[in-house]
């Protein structure tokens, strides 16, 4: 079936910054990083996708619709382990990323506890906020922000920097669980809220309204990689020092 302009309007705003040619995911894919650097993202991204349960939680509070309600309840209860993704076991997607962080050679403590010593680099909480202020917006603008805007780049970002993890970093299929789970259970989501975000965004101002906030959800993962690039990678002896 065809996409509706709407659909392809959404895509071409996603693809126009997607992250997955980011300079930071290039370095991964490049095998221009090493397990070090690796934790490093590790520790940003947890905090950046451990609050996404409360996330969930307050969407889910503010949604009427049956099917919005159905696969949001759906991807929290898989961010919990209460529910297994499509050929893999249940399993807390923070604590697969805690694992893989101990294959990087960090202790979860140290990723746990990187708030309160200054380690949550200001792009990360700024991307943290950001997502919380979507969560509180009416859901149609919330599926539009973190399911579409956010969750459905995924698949194609660990897409290409899964494969370099176990060819280039030298990780097992097993320690790489986070990445390969997330590809499967991303594509299903992100695909299930466009078409949520479809039939819902009726008017041609709450597609306007969709499409601008999807721009700047794009954005903000950015940023986010932004802030990783800058510290590890364009001025590492600066981090180096601190």
């Given amino acids: 079936m065809a996409k509706s302009e709407f659909r392809r309007e959404l895509e071409e705003t996603i693809q126009q910054r997607h992250s997955k040619v980011h300079p930071w995911s290039e370095a991964w894919v490049a095998g221009r990083l090493n397990r070090r650097l690796l934790g490093e993202w590790t520790k940003q991204h947890y905090h950046y996708v451990d609050p996404t349960v409360r996330l969930y939680g307050r969407i889910l509070s503010n949604c009427p619709d049956d099917e919005a309600r159905a696969l949001i309840l759906e991807s929290l209860n898989e961010e919990e382990g209460v529910l297994g993704t499509e050929g893999f076991a249940a399993a807390r997607h923070a604590e697969l990323l805690l694992q893989f962080a101990e294959h990087c050679g ?85 695909e299930r809220g466009f078409e949520i975000l479809e039939r819902h965004a009726t008017t041609p101002e709450i597609k306007t309204k969709c499409l601008r906030l999807v721009r700047e959800a794009t954005m903000m993962r950015r940023l986010y990689l932004d802030g990783l690039y800058r510290k590890y990678l364009a001025e590492p002896q600066a981090a180096a020092a601190e």
Avoid at 127 to 134: A, F, G, H, I, K
Avoid at 141 to 148: M, P, Q
Avoid at 170 to 183: A, C, E, K, P, T
């Fill in 106 to 190: 960090f202790a979860r403590a140290d990723i746990k506890n990187a708030p309160a010593k200054g380690e949550v680099l200001p792009e990360t909480l700024g991307l943290q906020s950001w997502c919380y202020r979507q969560s509180h917006r009416p859901f149609v603008e919330a599926l539009a922000t973190i399911f579409v805007g956010l969750e459905s780049q995924v698949p194609q970002i660990y897409a290409r920097t899964t494969p370099p993890l176990i060819e280039k970093y030298g990780f097992s299929q097993d320690q790489v669980l986070f990445f390969r789970l997330h590809i499967e259970a991303d594509t299903e989501h992100g």
